[in-house]
């Protein structure tokens, strides 16, 4: 007998995780610092995790360290065929368990993990999101720390708030209440490499909602999410409600996809792996071959920008240029990647950028003093030079701060800013992912033309923002911009969305817009069941209008 069903149980009001400083002299820095120097101190080998048992292939890659080429952090093993499907017998076998527990008791679980990380953990994971992926502390705290505890937290509660929206009316002899189902079948969790959060919240999301998990952590970032996979397994997880299985896309992803089982994929990635991923979707809906439609939910690129208003303040968009473009060098989705900047404040905010760039210092991230860092990998570091080296040789570009670039070490591309008298340059249309901000300036006469320009330019809807002190012209971009991205900033940079206060995501090729760290996206992991049941119910067919007058 559950003695929970004797309880109506209220979550905790979940508030933003405090964001520890790092400052000298403060216990975290020491502590960090320590957790770092353990880590680098030692290799280690990630298994897959199946059912809740390690699983090991033999077929190995290196956790590397994009900052410094001699580090090796250890090895994971990588899954195959035969692996993801024991990964989809194990999700399929734990979900009737999984599902028939009260969500309150699910609920337990996740948030006694956000208090795991937010205690024992915190700096174990913070030190291999800094390693493996080349984030500075604070990048790291704000990431693999506070977000990825706000999502435990705040979904947790959103989920209690699902529960309890029924509906609001029942007419006499009648009972109306809705039941929020899980999926028929499994949720793939597909990651990207960029954030520790965002790879943590892609599985226990649909979790969180009765739903049984194959999670595919990105390939260049198995480091931190191996250890977030153990700190579930403390907290409570039964075996195999969450499945662990690192491997290329092609090796995990095309078994996954022919899996009748098959039943929503949350996936944070590329627009081109998004949309092929669709596609296979759909050609096997053609097909008959799933059970019922799968959920698609997906957050994929952007091409994200900030316009300026000759009313702007300088300082402050200056600042929102080298944070927005440069913070984590430039590896978010929400990056500033292209700027439109009014003729009149050329030459006073390109000042300021400089000035500010020139104080960036650049190296391994176990030095705190370093704000910039390392991109991930070769081929990361190979795409985005390219761009550079474009700019370079271009007629209708310069390349105004920056440029260089050197990988003798590890992935180094210092901050770069070009300037381009087209508003079509290519670095102002593709997507880069790296430290590359692209300015195109344009007259003060014609701010609602560029604003258009804007809203034209690029296929992806992420983010975005103004800068203007003047409050017309703000109400002018707001209408004017109102489809180009899915979270719009108002006088601050285009990155930063916190759990619980901006609902992230965005529309058009960046994505389904289901907003991570809302109801909304754990509303998408639930299927709806009506029920309708009547007290009294009628004993024969005829209704009143056929009597005789």
Same mark, same amino acid.
């Given at each position: 007998m559950n003695?929970?069903?004797?309880?109506v149980?209220?979550?905790?009001?979940?508030?933003?995780e405090p964001?520890?400083?790092?400052?000298?002299?403060t216990?975290?820095?020491q502590k960090?610092?320590d957790?770092l120097?353990e880590?680098?101190s030692?290799?280690?080998?990630v298994?897959l995790i199946? +059912? +809740?048992k390690e699983?090991?292939?033999?077929?190995?890659?290196?956790?590397?360290?994009?900052?410094?080429?001699?580090?090796?952090?250890?090895?994971?093993?990588?899954?195959g065929?035969k692996?993801?499907?024991?990964?989809i017998?194990?999700?399929?076998?734990?979900?009737?368990?999984w599902?028939?527990?009260r969500?309150?008791?699910?609920?337990?679980i996740?948030l006694?993990?956000?208090?795991?990380?937010?205690g024992?953990y915190?700096?174990?994971?913070?030190? %291999?999101?800094?390693?493996?992926?080349s984030?500075?502390?604070?990048?790291a705290?704000?990431?693999?720390? #506070?977000?990825?505890?706000?999502?435990?937290?705040?979904?947790v509660?959103?989920?209690?708030?699902?529960y309890?929206?029924?509906?609001?009316?029942?007419?006499k002899?009648?009972? /109306?209440?809705?039941?929020?189902?899980?999926?028929e079948?499994?949720?793939f969790?597909v990651?990207?490499?960029?954030f *520790?959060?965002?790879?943590?919240n892609?599985?226990?999301?649909p979790?969180?909602?009765g739903?049984?998990?194959?999670? !595919?952590?990105?390939?260049s970032?198995?480091?931190?999410?191996?250890?977030?996979?153990?700190?579930l397994?403390?907290a409570g997880?039964?075996? &195999?409600?969450?499945?662990f299985?690192?491997?290329?896309?092609?090796?995990v992803?095309?078994?996954?996809?022919?899996?009748?089982?098959?039943n929503?994929?949350?996936?944070t990635?590329?627009?081109?792996?998004?949309?092929?991923?669709w596609?296979e979707i759909?050609?096997?809906?053609a097909?008959?071959?799933y !059970?019922?439609?799968?959920?698609?939910?997906?957050?994929?690129g952007g091409?994200?920008?900030?316009f $300026?208003?000759?009313?702007? /303040?300088?300082?402050?968009?200056?600042?929102?240029m080298?944070?927005?473009?440069f913070?984590y060098?430039?590896?978010? #989705?929400?990056?500033?990647s292209?700027?439109?900047?009014?003729?009149?404040?050329?030459?006073?905010v390109?000042?300021?950028v400089?000035?500010?760039?020139?104080?960036?210092?650049t190296?391994d991230? #176990?030095?705190f003093g370093n704000f910039?860092?390392?991109?991930?990998?070769?081929?990361?570091?190979?795409?985005?030079?390219?761009y550079?080296?474009?700019a370079?040789? %271009?007629?209708?570009a310069?390349i105004?701060? &920056?440029?260089?670039?050197?990988?003798?070490k590890?992935?180094?591309?210092?901050?770069?800013?070009i300037v381009?008298t087209?508003?079509?340059?290519?670095?102002?249309?593709?997507?880069?992912?790296?430290?590359?901000?692209?300015?195109?300036c344009?007259p003060d006469a014609?701010?609602?033309?560029?604003?258009?320009? #804007?809203d034209?330019t690029?296929?992806?809807?992420l983010t975005? $923002?103004?800068?203007?002190?003047e409050?017309?012209a703000?109400s002018?971009?707001?209408t004017?911009?109102?489809? $180009?991205s899915g979270?719009f900033?108002?006088n601050?940079?285009?990155?930063?969305?916190?759990v +619980?206060?901006?609902?992230?995501?965005g529309?058009?090729a960046?994505g389904?817009?289901?907003?991570?760290?809302?109801?909304?996206?754990l509303m998408?992991?639930?299927?709806?069941?009506?029920i309708?049941?009547?007290?009294?119910?009628? *004993?024969?067919?005829?209704?009143p209008?056929?009597?005789?007058?």
């Amino acid at each position: 007998m559950n003695l929970l069903n004797n309880a109506v149980i209220n979550i905790p009001t979940p508030v933003n995780e405090p964001v520890l400083s790092y400052a000298p002299g403060t216990p975290e820095r020491q502590k960090l610092k320590d957790a770092l120097e353990e880590l680098k101190s030692q290799q280690i080998e990630v298994p897959l995790i199946i +059912g +809740g048992k390690e699983v090991r292939t033999g077929n190995t890659a290196k956790i590397a360290c994009p900052h410094d080429h001699s580090i090796e952090l250890g090895q994971y093993h990588k899954a195959g065929p035969k692996e993801v499907q024991m990964a989809i017998d194990a999700a399929m076998a734990a979900k009737p368990v999984w599902e028939s527990l009260r969500w309150e008791e699910r609920s337990a679980i996740f948030l006694k993990a956000a208090d795991l990380l937010s205690g024992p953990y915190r700096f174990l994971i913070n030190a %291999a999101t800094m390693l493996n992926i080349s984030k500075n502390p604070f990048q790291a705290e704000i990431d693999s720390a #506070c977000e990825l505890i706000d999502f435990l937290r705040f979904n947790v509660f959103f989920a209690s708030e699902i529960y309890r929206e029924q509906p609001m009316y029942s007419s006499k002899d009648i009972w /109306n209440y809705v039941q929020h189902r899980p999926l028929e079948g499994f949720v793939f969790a597909v990651a990207p490499f960029n954030f *520790t959060a965002i790879s943590g919240n892609l599985p226990t999301s649909p979790a969180i909602m009765g739903n049984t998990v194959v999670w !595919k952590p990105a390939s260049s970032a198995v480091f931190a999410p191996y250890y977030f996979m153990k700190l579930l397994q403390e907290a409570g997880l039964p075996d &195999g409600v969450i499945n662990f299985v690192p491997g290329s896309g092609s090796d995990v992803g095309d078994t996954i996809l022919a899996s009748p089982d098959f039943n929503g994929i949350h996936f944070t990635g590329s627009t081109p792996v998004f949309q092929s991923m669709w596609k296979e979707i759909g050609a096997n809906l053609a097909k008959d071959h799933y !059970k019922t439609y799968p959920r698609i939910v997906g957050e994929t690129g952007g091409k994200d920008f900030i316009f $300026a208003h000759s009313s702007a /303040n300088v300082a402050a968009l200056a600042t929102a240029m080298v944070r927005g473009a440069f913070e984590y060098q430039g590896q978010k #989705c929400s990056a500033a990647s292209r700027t439109y900047l009014p003729e009149s404040l050329k030459d006073a905010v390109l000042a300021e950028v400089k000035n500010q760039v020139s104080r960036i210092k650049t190296g391994d991230v #176990c030095d705190f003093g370093n704000f910039f860092n390392a991109v991930i990998d070769k081929g990361a570091f190979k795409s985005i030079t390219e761009y550079i080296d474009y700019a370079k040789t %271009a007629d209708d570009a310069e390349i105004v701060i &920056g440029g260089g670039y050197d990988d003798s070490k590890g992935w180094f591309i210092e901050p770069t800013l070009i300037v381009t008298t087209n508003p079509k340059f290519k670095t102002m249309e593709e997507e880069i992912f790296g430290p590359v901000l692209t300015v195109y300036c344009y007259p003060d006469a014609e701010y609602e033309q560029t604003l258009e320009l #804007c809203d034209q330019t690029s296929p992806f809807s992420l983010t975005g $923002a103004v800068f203007a002190q003047e409050r017309t012209a703000i109400s002018l971009a707001l209408t004017k911009l109102e489809n $180009a991205s899915g979270n719009f900033y108002i006088n601050d940079k285009p990155t930063g969305a916190v759990v +619980g206060q901006q609902p992230f995501g965005g529309g058009r090729a960046s994505g389904t817009n289901d907003k991570a760290g809302s109801k909304q996206n754990l509303m998408r992991w639930a299927s709806v069941r009506t029920i309708k049941e009547n007290f009294v119910p009628p *004993t024969s067919f005829e209704y009143p209008f056929l009597d005789e007058e």
